[in-house]
């Protein structure tokens, strides 16, 4: 790897700055990848055919050469004619050049001779190398295929596949080259294909991708990508064949860190004001009287409310400037229009901590951007006070429940939303509210310690609440949902999930807006493949994030992590049972990451001594995933799952209950049948005294209809993680191994 002279190359990009260049030539691009230590082929600058002689060709070897137009914004040559492979003869050239300047669109203020590198254009003989700037990420380098076909290879590969993501802020040095393994075009170029030696060493790709991540300095105000397209792999290594370097324009703001007491003082106040009570009902007045169901203390309340001395029995002041005293929290629940000038004059009075602002579109009402821009300039200038000032969740929110805080502002009819039974050590962080409270109701009996819902994140970001859950230890599930990020927030809030990581924490993320978030980025192949979404992901998923796909996904992980807490994997051993094969062909057909273990002759003799005697032997055999078949009872199956979650060889286990066999209970009583799924000896107290007696990590599966749900509730209010179906299951235990096992 070779330092750049980071000063020479600012220089550089400032005279084309100057000159009203948002791009680099390409000789200006290639003298910063010579810079960087990547190869370039032999290469010479004309200025038109005339200047075309034997001179000029003699640098070069081989038959032909490669001709390429110069001129401002010319990013993509090949789509407009731009390249073309000439013979190396003088005539030749000079016709070529006169051909090309005829047929560009606009004029060309050069063109560059290339020596024509020799190189396999299968894939992994071709790969695109790039420096690109995220807002959200901040810079990355994405290694992928390489060519002309780079967008339609990476949209046809598996994801996580089609791109190797690094970041100079995130990446550990140690985990570089495995990263890069991960992605296809790098495997087929730097492994043995077909008995064939690998075409380049894993090193001096890592070297390259080093290189590129030195730029981060100059990123973004001065540079905001650098795309080689395709990178040869030949027999020296590689060679960059072509770059495309877009500039920065110049420093961007940098918004002030918000205080991490501020963040601790809103989600657990000692003091409350709301203002926007009703005297009728109304949102304000549901959530006063959902603060006061949660237990806060009242005499520790005040409304904002002129014209009235209590409400709900808790005192009111006509204004801010009659609040008794300094408040740890504000939640204001005004119109649109009178929020921002509201929040202004508490934040420049200092009279408060925090606060939840519920409305939206402030900036959207008549006059409503000048009271925005007071009340973002009053939150700035309060940065530079020793507290750091205020925090502000919201706006457009739903707000926050927070069972340590003794609070609840999500304005919800209580009847609306299930009981919380089983407190849990889960966050919530979420960009809507609705998805929110969606999870609410399809968590249940899960009981978060905290909802947040951060709506427009004009403050308090995604990165903030993570950060501050890393030093609160009864979080150790933290699910997260989020639409993007913002300016950096995405580094803070992957910095915050390694440490969580660390401390044998788990984060569930799902971003939603995937296909948004490249489908205006055409400036490069780096933007239109590696989106916003896709770095997210891959940058996610190395630092021990787990990536849900879907919102059901997230729903599956979230549950299983929670109620799996305490029970780590020793391996990914997998050990299964059910009552049904189809189940058995599902768990073995998703197993991914997990091993189907390969039971010992201790645990066949177990299992045959259980099942022989009940004739289930006679129908299937004895293996890994284990068929029980609808013969067998209750107690045949516990028992069956406890040799299997016993076993030395197994590290988890999922246990299948197809709950339509009449061999096992799984009915409440009713007319028609003779089943109570709560007697004692039933499946559902077999499965719940599993459960309290085992360590290992296991998940039930109850893949049945509305008819089931009390079976499903029932092993649910024994802590069971309960799933809809084999495949869902099997992958979620399959993340949970992969967070939990040793390496």
């Not at 709560?678 to 049945?704: E, F, N």
Request: glycine fraction near 10%.
């Amino acid at each position: 790897m070779t330092e750049p002279d980071l000063a020479a190359l600012r220089r550089r990009i400032a005279d084309a700055r100057a000159a009203g260049d948002d791009t680099l030539a390409e000789p200006d691009g290639l003298a910063l990848l010579t810079a960087l230590g990547i190869a370039v082929p032999t290469w010479r600058l004309v200025a038109d055919e005339a200047a075309v002689d034997e001179a000029l060709l003699a640098p070069f070897s081989g038959d032909r050469v490669v001709l390429k137009a110069v001129a401002p914004g010319l990013a993509h040559k090949t789509e407009v004619g731009a390249v073309a492979f000439v013979e190396r003869s003088v005539p030749a050239l000079r016709d070529a050049i006169a051909a090309m300047r005829r047929r560009l669109p606009a004029p060309a203020t050069g063109f560059t001779v290339a020596e024509l590198v020799p190189h396999d254009r299968d894939p992994g003989g071709e790969l695109l190398l790039a420096f690109r700037w995220t807002d959200d990420m901040g810079p990355v380098v994405a290694v992928g295929a390489g060519g002309t076909a780079t967008e339609l290879l990476a949209a046809d590969l598996r994801p996580g596949r089609e791109l190797a993501i690094a970041s100079p802020a995130l990446t550990p040095p140690d985990r570089l080259d495995a990263i890069l393994a991960e992605a296809t075009a790098v495997r087929l170029a730097t492994r043995s294909v077909r008995g064939q030696p690998p075409r380049l060493a894993p090193e001096r790709l890592a070297d390259a991708v080093r290189s590129l991540m030195a730029l981060a300095p100059l990123a973004p105000d001065d540079l905001l990508e650098v795309e080689v397209n395709p990178a040869a792999v030949t027999a020296d290594g590689l060679v960059a064949l072509d770059v495309l370097v877009r500039l920065g324009d110049g420093p961007r703001p940098v918004r002030a860190p918000r205080p991490a007491a501020a963040v601790a003082r809103l989600l657990q106040p000692r003091t409350i004001a709301i203002v926007g009570v009703s005297s009728a009902m109304n949102a304000g007045r549901v959530i006063l009287q959902n603060v006061l169901r949660e237990g806060f203390d009242p005499t520790a309340i005040t409304v904002i409310k002129p014209g009235a001395a209590e409400v709900d029995g808790v005192r009111c002041v006509p204004d801010l400037a009659s609040l008794p005293g300094r408040v740890d929290l504000i939640v204001v629940v005004l119109p649109a229009a009178a929020t921002p000038g509201f929040v202004a004059e508490a934040v420049e009075r200092d009279l408060v901590t925090s606060f939840i602002v519920i409305p939206g579109g402030l900036e959207e009402k008549n006059g409503g951007s000048a009271l925005a821009d007071r009340m973002q300039h009053a939150l700035e200038a309060a940065r530079s006070r020793p507290d750091g000032g205020p925090v502000i969740n919201g706006g457009n929110c739903l707000g926050i429940r927070s069972r340590p805080g003794r609070y609840d502002t999500l304005f919800i009819p209580q009847a609306k939303l299930p009981p919380g039974s089983r407190p849990a050590p889960m966050a919530l962080v979420t960009g809507s509210g609705a998805f929110a409270i969606t999870r609410l109701s399809r968590l249940a009996p899960l009981d978060p310690r905290y909802v947040v819902t951060i709506g427009n994140q004009t403050d308090l970001t995604a990165g903030d609440y993570l950060a501050r859950f890393v030093d609160e230890p009864g979080v150790r599930v933290v699910g997260v949902y989020v639409e993007g990020f913002l300016r950096l927030d995405g580094v803070r809030f992957l910095e915050a999930a390694a440490r969580l990581r660390a401390g044998g924490r788990q984060v569930v993320l799902y971003r939603a807006g995937r296909t948004a978030a490249g489908a205006g980025a055409s400036a490069s192949h780096t933007a239109a493949i590696a989106g916003d979404a896709t770095v997210t992901r891959q940058l996610a998923r190395a630092a021990g994030v787990a990536w849900a796909e879907t919102p059901a996904e997230f729903d599956d992980l979230l549950r299983t992590f929670t109620l799996l807490d305490g029970r780590p994997a020793a391996g990914r051993r997998l050990g299964a049972v059910t009552n049904a094969g189809s189940e058995c062909v599902t768990i073995a057909d998703h197993a991914g990451s997990l091993s189907l273990a390969r039971f010992s002759a201790a645990t066949e003799r177990a299992l045959g001594d259980l099942l022989v005697p009940a004739g289930i032997t006679s129908v299937v055999d004895v293996h890994n995933p284990l068929d029980l078949t609808p013969i067998a009872g209750a107690s045949i199956a516990g028992a069956a799952a406890r040799i299997i979650l016993e076993a030395d060889e197994v590290d988890a286990g999922i246990v299948g209950a197809v709950p339509m066999a009449d061999s096992i209970e799984t009915l409440p009583p009713g007319e028609g049948h003779l089943e109570d799924l709560t007697r004692p000896g039933a499946l559902a107290d077999v499965l719940a005294d599993l459960w309290r007696t085992t360590s290992k990590p296991w998940i039930a599966v109850v893949d049945a209809g509305p008819l089931y749900e009390p079976f499903r509730d029932q092993l649910a209010a024994a802590g069971i993680p309960v799933l809809g179906t084999a495949d869902a299951a099997t992958r979620a235990l399959a993340a949970w191994c992969e967070a939990t096992a040793p390496s």
